[in-house]
């Protein structure tokens, strides 16, 4: 099982500051056919998941361009460039290459 | 538009059966899989398996292998999730979502199923 590691597990932020989540796998998640199966999801209170990212650093449709996504082989992270009030709730990153696995989560919430 | 429309919350005893179905609408079922991902309370996403609605091709999670049955019915373009055996760490919401190029990309509003005696 690829293990996937979330960090921090809780961020407080200033609405339009920065903010940074990282998200380490247990190994790579490089596929032989040159993708890498890394995407982020944000979860508001009472919500499902909303995919924010895909295979790494690819918005998914209506996401803002504030929120981006980098990394590869096994370190990857998810920065929104100016938080605003509509980021608030809990980050996963999620893992496609093998069965897949979620990180921890991430909660952030406005100071 | 996608959608993924849930069944609603089920209570059920320790032993007893759970079926959940997630009924898609908005796009063509058959060139999809369906991916069901439960969430205890207060707690983080558990991948529970995934169903080819275009063979009914199957893979689970291996904690749940001989407890989980997922099914899908073309001719209604709705998927369901058979829990059997259930115990009261089952307890959870259970989400249905679509697999496609993208991930899992649209995603039911949920079902609670709670277990208890």
């Known amino acids: 099982e690829i293990v996937m590691t979330q960090s921090p597990l809780s961020l407080p932020v200033t609405p339009g500051q920065p903010a940074s989540i990282s998200c380490k796998s247990s190994q790579s998640l490089l596929h032989s056919d040159g993708k890498t199966y890394l995407y982020w999801y944000l979860q508001k209170a009472g919500q499902p998941p909303q995919l924010l990212i895909y295979e790494v650093s690819n918005r998914f449709s209506g996401v803002p361009d504030r929120v981006s996504g980098s990394g590869s082989g096994t370190d990857f992270t998810l920065k929104i460039s100016r938080v605003e009030a509509e980021d608030v709730g809990v980050y996963y990153c999620l893992q496609m290459l093998d069965l897949p696995t979620f990180g921890q989560g991430t909660k952030v919430e406005i100071k | 538009q996608v959608q993924m429309v849930q069944s609603g919350a089920q209570v059920k005893k320790p032993g007893a059966s759970v079926m959940v179905s997630c009924k898609a609408s908005g796009y063509r079922f058959t060139t999809f899989s369906i991916t069901w991902i439960r969430q205890a309370p207060g707690q983080g996403l558990a991948w529970m398996g995934w169903?080819?609605?275009?063979?009914?091709?199957?893979n689970y999670a291996p904690n749940l292998q001989g407890r989980v049955t997922m099914t899908t019915d073309t001719s209604t373009s709705t998927a369901y999730m058979e829990l059997r055996s259930l115990r009261s760490d089952d307890t959870a919401m259970y989400y249905c979502?679509?697999?496609?190029?993208?991930?899992?990309?649209?995603w039911g509003q949920g079902t609670l199923v709670t277990v208890s005696s």
């Open positions: 979502t679509r697999g496609g190029q993208l991930g899992y990309d649209y």
């Open positions: 169903i080819s609605a275009y063979n009914g091709a199957t």
